[in-house]
């Protein structure tokens, strides 16, 4: 593993080279995996929602029906175009370019799902994402977190790790952690000051 969060530069070079680089369209371990994820959400419908990493949008899609308003983000312009192209019609979705959590949203919202992003970051930009958490989720909103148990030598941390230290750092209640041989899947309401 490396010590430093993975760059932009990495996605942006993934994207240009494909428009799925991480297979998520039409694969049915992603789709079972998103759809496990879905039914552990809490509510049935969320006012507003924020997806950071969202890549080429398939999460999104599936997003879209449970929310008002989806605010989904990338690094990679590529990746967000193929979102876009992806998501083409659905008009609760808006895809933008942040450099997140360097930048955070300007509102807060009842969702924040983040899938497969955070064990791309170096310990100090994890720690930063956590804390800023009450910054991002209106008191009472949900935090799910989605993560591959795997390791890789080209990333900060593994997604158990990212896991432990979610339920370190932060304070949720009706927590619920769902545990695949591939993946997992943590979740709560936030207790915002």
Same mark, same amino acid.
């Given at each position: 593993?490396?010590?430093?969060?993975?760059?932009?530069?990495?996605?942006?070079?993934?994207?240009? /080279?494909?428009?799925?680089?991480?297979? &998520?369209w039409r694969?049915?371990?992603?789709? +079972?995996? *998103?759809?496990?994820? $879905? %039914?552990?959400?809490?509510?049935?419908?969320?006012?507003? /929602?924020?997806?950071?990493?969202?890549? &080429?949008?398939?999460?999104?899609?599936?997003? +879209?029906? *449970?929310?008002?308003? $989806? %605010?989904?983000?990338?690094?990679?312009?590529?990746?967000?175009?193929?979102?876009?192209?992806?998501?083409?019609?659905?008009?609760?979705?808006?895809? +933008?370019?942040?450099?997140?959590?360097?930048?955070?949203?300007?509102k807060t919202?009842?969702?924040?799902?983040?899938?497969?992003?955070?064990?791309?970051?170096?310990?100090?930009?994890?720690?930063?994402?956590?804390?800023?958490?009450?910054?991002?989720?209106?008191?009472?909103?949900?935090?799910?977190?989605?993560?591959?148990?795997?390791?890789?030598?080209?990333?900060?941390?593994?997604?158990?790790?990212?896991?432990?230290?979610?339920?370190?750092?932060?304070?949720?209640?009706?927590?619920?952690?769902?545990?695949?041989?591939?993946?997992?899947?943590?979740?709560?309401?936030?207790?915002?000051?």
């Amino acid at each position: 593993m490396i010590a430093a969060s993975t760059d932009r530069q990495y996605f942006q070079k993934l994207y240009e /080279a494909s428009v799925d680089p991480f297979h &998520n369209w039409r694969n049915e371990y992603e789709d +079972s995996k *998103r759809a496990q994820a $879905l %039914s552990l959400l809490q509510k049935a419908f969320y006012p507003t /929602a924020f997806e950071p990493g969202c890549g &080429n949008g398939a999460l999104s899609l599936d997003l +879209s029906e *449970r929310c008002g308003h $989806l %605010s989904s983000v990338d690094w990679s312009s590529d990746a967000l175009r193929a979102a876009s192209l992806h998501c083409a019609g659905v008009a609760n979705i808006d895809f +933008s370019e942040m450099d997140f959590p360097a930048a955070l949203p300007q509102k807060t919202f009842d969702l924040l799902i983040v899938s497969e992003l955070l064990y791309y970051f170096s310990e100090m930009r994890l720690k930063k994402f956590f804390h800023s958490i009450p910054e991002i989720v209106k008191p009472g909103g949900e935090v799910m977190l989605i993560h591959w148990r795997g390791a890789s030598d080209d990333y900060p941390s593994t997604g158990d790790a990212v896991h432990e230290e979610f339920h370190k750092l932060t304070s949720i209640r009706q927590a619920q952690v769902f545990e695949h041989p591939q993946y997992l899947i943590s979740s709560g309401i936030v207790l915002c000051s």
